[in-house]
């Protein structure tokens, strides 16, 4: 073995992969033929102008369309990343091949992000929609970690922990409060948070079991880091940029990317869905913020 690199945890492991193991494609679960324009893609007060005196007062119609377009911009943003975990885990699988145990869960892992992105692909295509370019290319910090960083790390761990919690976030507050959401968006990210929650409690398991060897440099040089990593994940999930809110037609789109940041009901609401995720940073060391 490598170096400083842990084996993977074999009892978790093996308890992942049976709770992966009955796997139904998500694509062919959903009932695609519920999904309906005339509903809302995200509960009301998880649009990100919510509140707003301006937005408050435009007809539901706009509002309903605007929480369309941001529900598409956050499983578009949600293909980027599952594309670097599925790049991850493919690389991965070659130091595995000698750990069936370690192979099986990367592989099972494999399966359902790949599922995951055809059910965001399958929503997209039907919504009709067409997005524009967006800027993840330019999220560097992220995708330098994403595909660079040390597969054992504790940078590359704590990175993965940040990246799946901070969608899930979302996901788990349109499940619990999705009365009047389109009932094809409650059941997607239905779907996904069951998936993620066993991804997630891998990625805490290999974070913790690297903490513990953390020297008080190495904790120096992550914080500014990760707090960088933190405020480019919200900026992708919870902040759409200028062309998508006129796609969703609100003009100029620079006014409305303005008036989001400096609305206080969205830092409200971020702050409320990320306190979770948050505190664990913060208990081990890492004071990290929503919000720059």
């Known amino acids: 073995m490598p170096r400083n690199q842990a084996p993977m945890p074999s009892e978790l492991a093996a308890h992942l992969s049976r709770s992966s193991a009955p796997y139904r494609d998500p694509v062919a679960r959903i009932d695609w033929d519920r999904l309906s324009i005339r509903q809302y893609w995200l509960p009301p007060e998880a649009v990100s102008l919510h509140g707003d005196p301006q937005f408050m007062t435009r007809p539901e119609a706009d509002r309903m369309r605007l929480s369309q377009v941001e529900f598409l911009n956050f499983i ?32 099972h892992e494999m399966r359902e992000e790949t599922g995951h992105s055809l059910m965001f692909l399958e929503l997209m295509a039907r919504s009709g929609l067409s997005l524009p370019h967006r800027r993840h290319s330019q999220q560097r910090l992220a995708n330098l970690f994403g ?12 990175a993965t922990v940040i990246g799946e919690e901070i969608p899930d976030r979302l996901n788990r507050y349109i499940r619990q409060h999705g009365r009047g959401v389109c009932p094809v968006v409650v059941e997607m990210s239905t779907l996904h948070l069951i998936d993620e929650a066993r991804h997630i409690s891998y990625a805490r398991e290999m974070m913790e079991s690297r903490l513990a060897a953390l020297h008080g440099w190495q904790r120096q040089l992550l914080r500014p880091l990760l707090r960088r990593l933190v405020h480019q994940f919200v900026g992708v999930f919870y902040y759409p940029d200028a062309r998508l809110y006129e796609l969703a037609g609100f003009f100029p789109g620079a006014d409305w990317v303005s008036r989001a940041k400096q609305n206080r009901h969205r830092r409200e609401f971020m702050e409320q869905c990320l306190h979770p995720t948050l505190e664990i940073f913060r208990q081990r060391g890492f004071p990290l913020t929503a919000c720059k």
């Open 76 to 107: 578009e943003a949600g293909l980027w990343l599952e594309g670097m975990f599925m790049e991850r885990i493919a690389r991965s699988m070659r130091q595995e091949r000698h750990n069936l145990t370690a192979l099986k869960y990367r592989l």
């Open 147 to 158: 595909r660079y960083a040390p597969l054992e790390s504790l940078g590359f761990w704590m």
